[in-house]
């Protein structure tokens, strides 16, 4: 289907051109596409795809070939290969061909910048001959604003960044671009959030995380020194289960209401011997904290909060306003994965930050998350769900199978992270360089599902909202027009968070955009997608050969010429050539009417499934 000449293809651009022949390009819409037809072209947005199976929605999408001969090989470019290809070669397991240049060059840029690459950036990459151009790229990459802009969109989506910040939003936001911009160690930056101190969160950037994680408690303070305002207990609670969850990859919320024992055995070995007392001298190194909500001229200040270490410590046996009651305990602060206690002298939150960037949980979570985010799903899966009882290959509990499926790559990719100073981009750009990253998401030969978990070819994921958006605006040469503080931005990633008109906002929506409330939940097809595909103004007013469209460039540019402005529409949108059929179709739509049929086909294109999938 992608990158070849397909029925699909051909039928997702022909229904497009079949009213051509006139020049009203608001007739050019699909509502004369025929039911079968448009179920046929968007049929892997019809079936969700199930949400650890990603071999199947990549089967779906680019069924495999059961006449084709498997690749025996391919390069090991890193240690990350010799895992990968050296366990798939015991167990007998066959793999995908590496990806074409044009199947490289997409996924990269858009894994490593949100965006998709420019016609030009297309042709010359596919020309150039240099064994190493791959490296070069993804190192050129990583040195991007763009990359900056789409990986501080993820943690800001990760760290659920919404308007509980108040301004400090933006500031948080700005904070996280620096931070990957110099590749700052993400160690540091860890303890730096979770030891913030501040008189407002809208001054102290890392600060902004503790008080979007803030407990609501009276619906109004009293005064400026009324705790009241924010439920103190629970905020301490919610801030211990988020820095588990998002920094050590584990789940603590059950044990914040009852112990393990009795609950969790079927779920998870090592939570399941948890109790909930352990959990509230985890939360204890929060103690301390006292989140007020900042007074100014006699009123609070909406999402702006002092944040300092004047609170007596954890009680036990304090009431909370979403758990089951406190029922007491030892509230002396003790690090729920090792028993630890804090240095005396030494302020409790300063204590956590340093304890917890250190355990080798830390970086096995922060790897598997990334890997995760580029290799389709996680070695430990889901990526937040970890069973430390369960990942020594040596030493499973009886009933159970090891969690990781690369318990041993999983290690080292760990300790390479800490080894080379918790850098992101290294992290980034070995997965990026490695032979398993680089393979082609087609499958020559029978596929079945046990390959799934060896990584024996590239799986497929539906773009981000953001990634979606951008990359229709940049085909089209059309950006978006977001208010960002007083500049306007024209990419969705650009932003510290959600915006846009009401046909925009709308948009982003259907695609999945997080609103920041809950945690980020997986993409999953709906058949609203399609059909808002086929007649959003996000897409119908872009394609239009106006306001120096790229429709509008190309044919004033190549006034003669309707080959070269396919060949441009192909490479600035799919970023690969038109196959020959595909050419021929398009040709003869421009040739009925010029203006008409480039709309029609840029349209089409942007209809493709491949546009809307990285692969």
Known sequence: MIGRVSTLALVAIGVCLLGAGNDKPKQAKPEAMAADRFAEAHAPLFAPPKSKDAGAVTERMLPSSSAAVPVSSVPHRNFIDHHIFGKMQRDRVPHAPLSSDHEFLRRVSLDLTGRIPSAAEVRQFAADTDPAKRDKVIDKLLATEAFVDKWAYFFMDVFRANGKMGRGQNLFHYWMKENLRVDRPYDDAVRDIIAASAKSNHVVAASSLIAREHVQGAPQPVDGDDLSMVQQLDTHDELAILYAKTFLGINLSCISCHDGKGHLE???????????????QNSAFLGNSRYLMYWEHGKPQSGEFLIDDANPGYDT??????????????????????????????????????????????????????????????????????????????NVPAGWEVQASHPELLEALAADFRQNNHSLKRLLASVCRSSAYQLSARFDGEWKDAYTKYYARKFVRMLTAEELHDAIALATSR??????????????????????????????????????????????????????????????????????????????????????????????TLSRPASRSEREVALGALGKSRVEGAQNLQWALINQVEFFFNY
Request: charged share 25%.
């Open 266 to 280: 079927k779920v998870n070995v090592w939570l399941s011997r948890k109790k909930r007392h352990e959990f509230f």
């Open 317 to 394: 046996k304090g009431p909370s306003m979403i758990r089951v009651p406190r029922f007491g305990g030892p509230n002396a602060p003790a690090f729920i994965m090792t028993g630890e206690k804090p240095r005396p002298g030494v302020e409790p939150r300063v204590e956590m930050g340093r304890m917890l960037t250190a355990h080798p949980q830390f970086a096995r979570a922060t790897v598997n998350m990334l890997w995760a985010r580029l290799m389709g799903f996680g070695i430990v899966e889901p990526f937040d769900e970890f069973d430390l009882a369960r990942l020594d290959p040596k």
């Open 479 to 572: 950006p978006g027009s977001f208010k960002f503080g007083s500049d306007t931005m024209g990419m969705a990633m650009q932003l510290s968070g959600p915006a846009g008109g009401a046909d925009v906002r709308y948009f982003m929506q259907t695609f999945g955009q997080s609103n920041r409330s809950n945690p980020p939940r997986p993409l999953t097809g709906s058949p609203l997608q399609p059909l808002l595909l086929m007649q959003s103004p996000v897409v119908n007013d872009r394609v239009l050969a106006a306001k120096d469209s790229r429709v509008q460039r190309l044919l004033d540019t190549y006034k003669e010429d309707n080959g070269q402005v396919v060949d441009e529409l192909f490479l600035a």
